[in-house]
């Protein structure tokens, strides 16, 4: 077999590639099934042959039982019979000298004991002196011809005896009287016939084809159960190795004679049962399971072949569409092209380049896993790690450089942002040479920063590890600054036992970088510095509020001292950089909020500002501040100023219509600008502007008119008109003659007389 399958592989090696599949396919699936198919075979006939073996022993065991048992209660019953008195006083008497009543009351007890033992052929009572015998049914002499022919003889004392004769075939059983005597003055015996034991073999009907046999301690067949498959030479042979066989019980098989024989061994009385069987027995179920298992083999070879053939056709299909784009030619056309060999070709290339692509692809993988990719599979991480030549055993920790805005440096162009990583990553790698450690850096340009990771050994201590660390990040920082020319700032995380923590390093340098914002001077942000101090986020809301308002009353001087108290609220805090972000874009927010009752247009041009981006891309928080100062705060009351330059005409008729309605009120400078949203000295700028005229001579104006309405149509008091226009009654009187000339009473005469 083991040629066919080399000269078979021989052929397919010789085959285009399609071929191969399905024939490489067929190989691996037929033999594995004619092996599997052999080995469940083999175990199949096994476990049968084992189990036909244990039952047919537990069926002999079984009628061995049931045999000693039916033996065992005639011994006892024989016993029952040793003290009795009628018994005992024969024994002891010569039978010529017994009475015949004494001979009748002896025979009674032998017919009694005779007619309770289940299959008894006799019970007989042997005068040693006389020589007679006294059966349970007749007293016969030694000179009688029916003791030689017809009846059987006591046998050894305390033994069962088989004796067979052409009258008879019993199991005897005897035992010396009187008891405890050193000379038997007769014998008790009883005769067990060989049919007793017919019915307990009759019971077993399993036995189709073979041979059942009760013997005796000498072999000779007592009684036996047969089924006419087993002639006299197999049984012959069989009952001459149980012969010569020690065991007590045991099978054995012989081939040439076709034959199985089982026996087992009574340890009571010494008889054997004993099943012969034809070793063909079971050819026919054999042959059965021999079927179908070649069925079943066949089945899956068919159903094997055809799952191979469709999934052959799947992975010839790229393979073919590889070779066809290649131009290669197909078989039929140039018969010494071989397309095992050409992929073979191909792959070896493929490796090639995966050799020479091996730093990306590592670079990649690490990327990958410090994104979390490998998150939710670590039992796959060792195998990837091993693949990448990655050191996982080792300790690791990872730290990023934020290279800033290096172009305000004027050392480099904006196309030089990948040089300016490869510097930095070359500096790194002269470092860790220095030091003869292993590392890895690269690049994430979306972010435009750098990438490290650092391997030391496992016996290296965790204070040594944090030494060597410390000094290689300072050395990259000042040599970046020594001959790249442009300020960085570094993000370290905590050092870690093993690669398969490296990301939650890599995430806890990701965390400190973000505290450079506060941390404008420090370019070495370790975790476990900027994490000592970590305040609970609190928003100064009512700063913020105060901002608000200041800035929709158009007091720039107010929005710009409570925005510089904002400022110094938050810098006190020790906040993270994304935090720290997050507040001056909700103070940006609220201050777009408090600006949109101006139009549409308006608001979008302070959109177009790019507050957003300018917050979220500053480099520190400086940076933001001076933009808030220097553009934000400047845009807005220029946006305020032009706005209500526009809307004056309306600001102020609001402001009139105010005061109209609530000429019974108050109407200072302040209280009139706050109804309108103003800061009270714009206000009043825009309202001489609008109507030419003082505010305060205005509301006096329209006051004074109010006053001499009332004065010329009704009677009341002088005070009750004063409190109808705000004023009390010496304020009115004072007012109300500097507009007119004379006094409220002076006025109201000149009108009636």
Known sequence: ??????????????????????????????????????????????????????????????????????????????????FDADLVRAAQTNSSSLSSQQMMDAQEKLALLNQSIEGSYGVSFYFVDSKAVLFNDRYI????????????????????HY??????????????????????????????NHNAFADILRDIDFIEMGDLYFLDTELQPILSRKQGNIDGSQAEKGLEWIKGNERQYDIWKDKPSNLT?????????GYYTALLIPLNAQAGFIAEIIWVTILISLLAIVTGGVIIYINSRKLYAPIYQWLKAENYAQEG???????????????????????????VLRRSFL????????????????????????????????????????????????????????????????LIRHYHLEGDSFRRSEVNQTIFILYYPRDLSDAQAEQVTKQITQALIMSIKTYLKFRATLGLGRLRHSVFELRDSYLEAIEALQYRIIREDEQILDINDVIKVKDRFEYPFDTSKKIVKELRSANQSEVESS???????????????????????????????GLNYFSYEAVNELLNKNGYEKILKAQSFTEIEQWFKQEWIISCFLLIER???????????????????????????????????????????????????????????????????????????????????????????????????????????????
Not at 141 to 157: C, R
Not at 181 to 186: I, V
Not at 569 to 590: C, E
Request: proline letters at 3%.
């Open 163 to 192: 004796q067979t004769n052409a009258n008879f075939r019993v199991v005897s059983y005897t035992i010396a009287l009187p008891a405890f005597s050193k000379t038997p003055r007769a014998y008790l015996t009883v005769h067990m």
């Open 1 to 82: 077999m083991i040629r066919l399958l080399k000269q078979l592989l021989k052929k397919l090696r010789s085959k285009p590639y399609f071929y191969r599949l399905i024939g490489y396919g067929l190989v691996s699936v037929v033999v594995p099934i004619i092996l599997i198919s052999s080995i469940s075979y083999n175990i199949t006939i096994n476990n049968m042959e084992k189990q036909n073996y244990q039952a047919r022993m537990n069926m002999l065991g079984q009628l061995q039982s049931r045999v000693d048992e039916r033996l065992e209660a005639a011994r006892k019953a024989l016993y029952s019979l040793v």
């Open 643 to 753: 706005e209500n330059e526009s809307k004056g005409t309306q600001i102020i008729e609001s402001a009139k219509q105010y005061i109209a309605m609530t000429l019974d009120q108050d109407h200072s400078l302040n209280l009139v600008a706050e109804q309108v949203n103003l800061n009270p000295s714009y206000f009043s700028r825009l309202f001489r502007k609008e109507t030419g005229q003082n505010f305060l001579q205005y509301v006096a104006s329209i006051k004074i008119d109010e006053a001499k309405k009332q004065l010329e149509q009704t009677d009341d008091p002088i005070y009750n008109i004063a409190e109808k226009v705000g004023y009390t009654e010496q304020t009115f009187r004072r007012v109300f003659k500097s507009q007119t000339g004379m006094s409220p009473n002076e006025y109201r005469k000149s009108l009636r007389s």
């Open 333 to 359: 056309q140039i018969d010494n092209k071989d397309e095992w060999s050409w992929l073979r070709a191909r792959w070896q290339l493929l490796k090639e380049d995966l050799q020479i692509n091996e730093p």
């Open 367 to 430: 990327s990958a896993l410090l994104a979390g990719y490998y998150s939710e599979s670590e039992k796959d991480l060792p195998d990837l790690l091993k693949r990448h030549k990655i050191p996982h055993d080792q300790k690791c920790v990872a730290f990023i450089i934020d290279a800033g805005d290096y172009l305000l440096y004027k050392s480099f162009k904006v196309e030089d942002e990948a040089l300016v990583h490869a510097a930095m990553s070359n500096i790194f790698e002269d």
């Open 261 to 269: 024989a089982l026996y087992i061994q009574s340890d009571k009385t």
């Open 563 to 593: 925005f510089n108290e904002f400022v110094e609220i938050i810098r006190l805090k020790t906040y993270s950089d994304q935090t720290y972000r997050q507040i001056f874009l909700m103070l940006y927010d609220a201050m777009i909020q």
């Open 141 to 160: 002499t030694m000179l009688d011809q029916e003791w030689i022919s017809d009846y059987p003889k006591h046998g050894p004392i305390g033994e069962w």
